[in-house]
């Protein structure tokens, strides 16, 4: 455990010793801090309650922390092949396995941290420059409503990772692995939309409709695109157990190959 320890740390310090990565990381808490400032001069801070702020805030901002933690997990495993460094990994006395999944941690530990970040920040900007007071009819944003939304949020991101993830182990290429995953972030809703659950059965299987966790937190109806029953008979549980075979097949693919792959040459 501690050599798996000291390879967790070793992959990290891989991470944050690159400039980019703080720079990263600064532009990410620069516009947490900033975004509250703009709604502020555009909505006013006596009417709009602050979790709704820090709720909007992370949205807009979350867009730009999955791109910065795609980049990362792109070149997590698509690195070493492209600086050669792999050869000196693998000749180690640490398994291929332990290797991967060292890598797969601290691309998830930065993915948690990032997120983090961007919500703290958010958060204490918000609370700020916002009103504490209740809407008279009690509805609103609240804690409970911004921290489940949130974490529908990293959902989406956790998934994303993984696509990136395996394409780097796969392909060995980042640049592949980043446009891929850049193209199911931009293209996500369009092909919600075009394969449409309530018009094909087969398509409440498709990993571009189980994503956005987030519409089970508004009503079927208000879900619809089409009218009638907007989630054709899914739950939120059932979008978690297609997720998590997606996953479990993904992570599959990346162990496998990396494994099996000759990097002699």
């Not at 400039?19 to 947490?32: H, Q």
């Not at 930065?110 to 609370?127: E, K, Q, W």
């Not at 189980?210 to 089970?216: A, E, H, Q």
Request: charge should be positive; charged fraction near 10%; hydrophobic fraction near 55%.
């Amino acid at each position: 455990m501690s050599n798996f320890g000291n390879l967790i740390m070793n992959e990290n310090m891989k991470i944050f010793r690159r400039p980019r990565t703080w720079i990263m990381l600064s532009i990410l808490a620069l516009i947490s801090l900033l975004m509250p400032v703009l709604l502020n001069e555009g909505m006013g801070s006596s009417e709009v309650p602050y979790w709704q702020a820090a709720i909007t805030t992370v949205q807009i901002v979350f867009f730009l922390n999955t791109i910065f933690c795609v980049v990362i997990a792109a070149e997590a495993v698509a690195g070493e092949f492209t600086w050669g460094t792999i050869k000196l990994l693998l000749i180690r006395p640490w398994s291929r396995s332990k290797i991967l999944a060292s890598k797969y941690l601290s691309v998830i530990g930065f993915s948690i941290l990032s997120t983090l970040l961007v919500v703290i920040l958010a958060t204490v900007m918000s609370y700020m420059l916002f009103s504490h007071s209740v809407t008279p009819d009690g509805s609103g944003a609240s804690a409970s409503h911004a921290f489940a939304l949130w974490g529908y949020l990293y959902v989406d991101l956790f998934i994303t990772l993984a696509i990136a993830f395996m394409v780097s182990s796969v392909f060995r290429s980042g640049a592949l692995a980043i446009g891929l995953s850049l193209f199911i972030m931009f293209t996500q809703n369009l092909f919600s939309l075009i394969f449409n659950p309530v018009r094909y059965e087969w398509a409440k299987y498709v990993l571009f409709n189980n994503m956005d966790l987030s519409r089970y937190m508004n009503s079927a109806a208000d879900y619809g695109l089409l009218g009638g029953d907007g989630n054709a008979g899914m739950t939120l549980g059932f979008s978690i157990a297609v997720l998590a075979v997606y996953y479990v097949i993904f992570m599959l693919i990346s162990w496998v190959v990396f494994n099996k792959r000759d990097v002699a040459g």
